[in-house]
C-alpha cells in the first residue's frame, strides 16, 4: 500500500480556466475527504464521499466546485472558472467507516495567475 | 468563530526544551486528531485520542473531555520537531473535522 496520492502535486493556471485534481485514497478505504489550505490556516474541510456517495458538502464548495468518486475508489475535484481567491493546497484524506484516524495525501497546490 | 483554538500559533524553542503545545475546542467531539506538517504541506497523524493520555517516544499527547482541552507535548526537543502542528476533532454530531489553524514550531540548535 503506497498510502494516499494526489496529482498532479502542482498546478498554476491562469483566472478563468477550469482545473481537475485527482485523489488515489487507501485502497480498502471506503471514506475519501478533500480540504482546501491557504497559508497560515489550518486545513478547512470541503466535502467527503462514502464509498461512491458524496454525503456532506461545505458552505465553501462553491457552484464552480465539483467533486466526484464515480467507482467509489478515486475522485476528482473540478474547479471551473479559477478565481486568484481560488489558490490554495488542496488536500486529500481518506479513512475506514468507523474508524476516524484519516490517511492524508501530499496535496495539490493551486496558483491562479 | 473557529470552532478549535490552539495557542500558541508560534512557538521557538532551544533543542532540549520540554514543549506545550494547547487546543481547546467548543464543539462536541467523538476523537481528537494531533498532526504534523512540514513544509512542502504533507501531513501525517500523531494521535488520535478521545480520553487520558498517549504516549509514543519523546510526544505526549492528552485530553480533558470535560474541559473541552488537550496539549500536545514534546521532551527533548531536537530541531527536525521543527513543524507545523495542528489539533483537529472529529464533530459528533457528524462527519465533519474541524481543524485548528496551527502552532508553528522551531526548534533552534
Known amino acids: 500500500d503506497t498510502g494516499v496520492s494526489q496529482n498532479p502535486r502542482h498546478k498554476i493556471t491562469k483566472r478563468g480556466q477550469n482545473v481537475t485534481f485527482r485523489c488515489d485514497p487507501i485502497s480498502e478505504h471506503n471514506r475519501l475527504y478533500w480540504y482546501r489550505q491557504t497559508l497560515g490556516q489550518g486545513p478547512e474541510f470541503l466535502t467527503y464521499?462514502?464509498?461512491?456517495?458524496?454525503?456532506?458538502k461545505s458552505r465553501l464548495l462553491s457552484d464552480r466546485f465539483s467533486a466526484e468518486r464515480p467507482k467509489g475508489s478515486f475522485s476528482t475535484l473540478e474547479i471551473q472558472r479559477t478565481e486568484q481567491g481560488d489558490s490554495a493546497m488542496y488536500l486529500c484524506a481518506s479513512s475506514l467507516y468507523g474508524v476516524y484516524e484519516q490517511y492524508f495525501g501530499p496535496g495539490t497546490r493551486l496558483t491562479v495567475t | 468563530k473557529n470552532e478549535v483554538e490552539q495557542s500558541p500559533q508560534n512557538l521557538t524553542a532551544q533543542e532540549g526544551e520540554f514543549i506545550t503545545i494547547n487546543c481547546s475546542y467548543s464543539v462536541g467531539i467523538s476523537a481528537l486528531h494531533w498532526l504534523q506538517q512540514h513544509p512542502g504541506g504533507g501531513i501525517v497523524s500523531l494521535f488520535m485520542l478521545s480520553s487520558g493520555k498517549k504516549k509514543h517516544g519523546r510526544l505526549i499527547a492528552t485530553i480533558n473531555i470535560q474541559e473541552k482541552h488537550s496539549s500536545l507535548h514534546i521532551t527533548a526537543s531536537h530541531p527536525r520537531d521543527s513543524a507545523v502542528y495542528i489539533c483537529a476533532v472529529n464533530s459528533n454530531t457528524g462527519n465533519q473535522f474541524y481543524f485548528g489553524t496551527g502552532t508553528s514550531l522551531t526548534v533552534i540548535p
Open positions: 464521499f462514502q464509498n461512491e456517495a458524496q454525503l456532506e
